[in-house]
């Protein structure tokens, strides 16, 4: 699977966070020759564990997350943070987890937004909303490398395209800034070639970024 970076939207001291900055950051794809290929969108879903009977709600793992990626409907991945697993279902999972009723969703995050083609590079810029609001949560993106899989050898590359791209927004004088912050992915178990795993747990880490950024 070719190489992701997630990248999410800091916010200078002070600064508001606005759809404006989205649609900047999407000209500024435009401005370095992105041609728009369609939306996307991908969700992560914060559960909750339901008491049953014997079983007392705080004897469940409370840190339990959903993501169900946009390039792959037929799967779902389960990530408990605190325990470091992560774990691949089919989709149809959901529709079991409802019956059991064990974990019951208790906040629904929509990442989602316009796609582009930029040579070797697929690049997704997004806004982070609940499910039930249009109340927006963060701004993120995706860069996404179409020739390697490899985490290590493609590093120097994305980095570079990382440094364009800061180049490319400083020049919008907007009041922030994208950052990319590496994933633990050795602590769930990943290795260097690059699986849908590793956007998991990605989305965690940029979904933790967007709340922090948003209180500081």
């Not at 083609?117 to 179409?146: A, T």
């Amino acid at each position: 699977m070719p190489i992701k970076w997630l990248l999410h939207w800091q916010p200078n001291p002070g600064a508001t966070l606005s759809s404006q900055i989205l649609t900047e950051a999407c000209s500024c794809v435009e401005s370095i020759g992105g041609t728009r290929a369609g939306r996307w969108k991908t969700t992560l879903t914060f559960y909750r564990p339901m008491a049953r009977d014997g079983v007392s709600a705080s004897e469940s793992p409370r840190d339990f997350l959903g993501v169900q990626l946009h390039d792959l409907p037929g799967k779902y991945y389960f990530i408990l943070r605190v325990h470091r697993i992560l774990l691949e279902a089919d989709s149809s999972i959901q529709a079991v987890m409802e019956k059991l009723q064990s974990y019951k969703a208790r906040v629904v995050l929509n990442f989602e937004g316009f796609q582009y083609q930029l040579g070797d590079f697929q690049i997704r810029v997004g806004k982070c909303v609940p499910s039930q609001s249009e109340s927006l949560r963060g701004i993120m993106m995706e860069v996404e490398y179409l020739p390697l899989s490899s985490i290590e050898k493609s590093r120097q590359i994305m980095e570079e395209f990382v440094e364009i791209w800061q180049e490319t927004v400083w020049k919008k004088s907007l009041p922030g800034h994208f950052l990319h912050i590496d994933s633990n992915f050795t602590d769930y178990g990943l290795l260097d070639y690059y699986t849908p795993q590793h956007t998991a747990v990605q989305y965690a880490t940029c979904m933790q970024q967007l709340i922090a950024a948003v209180r500081n």
